[in-house]
């Protein structure tokens, strides 16, 4: 089956069409970032304002690369939540009118399962059941996944996300945004022991805190002008802290629920110094590690296509009154 799938959580507008929930015929992504840059953040209104501008575009070029005829999709699958409610709302109402117009049945579909399922898009797919994690702009998420409508919360982050963190430390260092490539870029070149940073201790084990180092690099840079090298440090000591916290925690939740098969995905786990942890650390214990290509870690709609083939495929539709859900 053909599923067309839209993504519009964020500041990314994109339409992709995916066969039997792994093959991927087109996945064009259009991104407003150059218009956010400026602020050191998305500001919603110019996000929503572009994805109205671009999205039948984007859908028209996405259909037209996959080669299929708009009457041979079986489905469309549409980000439903979490996101900003703006940008939801373009995504949802698009797919909303085509499904009405063309009689093809509509899924929304929540955008971290999203995520880990970008780790099921090649031909060997993944068994069941296992820990997802998440690590993105927005959110900071373990899970335990017994399948994909069986998803049981494990920890989150109690204040930034992940990539939040990055983003504010790239800000605080004056390197631009999104901070994510250019803090890894920074780190190469720094001294991860030079300074000590800690994650904050958080009463579920399995949860995640990172606005201590966020506090302690702002104290570290106040009203000073930094030299390159100290900059170099700062990226490096931050990266390796963040590093370290999500893979203990990780490797943690594997072992309190006994199992050894693991799915990461989201904007941070693009991070290389990330990935060989993880791949390191999960052959040391034994543990089955997905990672998605580097281009499947960000904002996609072909995860959202693909994890939308499985839900329907068990029997989840949505009717015209699906509505955003922001958290
Ligand atoms: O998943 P994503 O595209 O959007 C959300 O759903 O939020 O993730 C974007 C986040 C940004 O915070 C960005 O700084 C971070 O992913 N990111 C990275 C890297 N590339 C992107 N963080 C660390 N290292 C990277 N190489
Ligand atoms: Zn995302």
Known sequence: ?????????????????????????????????KFHEKYGGIIPEIASRMQLETIAQVAD???????????????????????LLG?????????????????IPLLGINHLYGHIYAGFLKDKQPSRPFIGLVVSG???????????????LLGSTVDDACGEAFDKIAKLLKLGYPGGPLIE??????DPSKIKFRCSNTENPLD????????????????????????QNIAASFQETVIETLVQKTL????????????????????????????????????????????????????????????FSKGKR????LNPVLQ
Not at 318 to 321: A, K
């Open 87 to 103: 940008s939801l709302l373009v995504g949802i109402s698009f797919a909303k009118s085509l499904s009405l117009a063309l009689k």
């Open 61 to 83: 070029f996405a259909i037209k690369e996959s080669g299929i005829k708009l009457k041979n999709i079986g489905l469309i699958s549409v980000t439903g939540e979490p996101g």
């Open 138 to 152: 927005g959110h900071t998420s373990l899970f335990h996944v017994k399948d994909f409508d069986r998803v049981e």
């Open 252 to 311: 943690k939740a594997c072992a309190m629920k006994n199992i050894n098969r693991l799915l990461i995905g989201g904007g941070v786990i693009a991070n290389n110094s990330l990935r060989e942890r993880f791949l390191r650390e999960s052959e040391k214990k034994g543990i089955e590690l997905h990672l998605p290509p580097i281009q499947l870690c960000m904002d996609n709609a072909a995860m959202v296509a693909g994890l939308g083939y499985r839900l």
């Open 318 to 321: 949505s009717g015209l009154d």
């Open 1 to 33: 089956m053909y599923v067309l799938g839209i993504e519009t959580s964020c500041d990314e507008t994109s339409v992709a069409v995916v066969k039997d929930g792994k093959r991927i015929l087109s996945n064009v992504v259009s991104s407003s970032l």
């Open 208 to 231: 995640f805190s990172f606005s201590g180092i966020k506090t302690a690099v702002f104290y570290l840079t106040k009203n000073k002008r930094i030299p390159l090298k100290d900059k």
């Open 185 to 190: 870029r920074l780190a190469k070149k720094g």
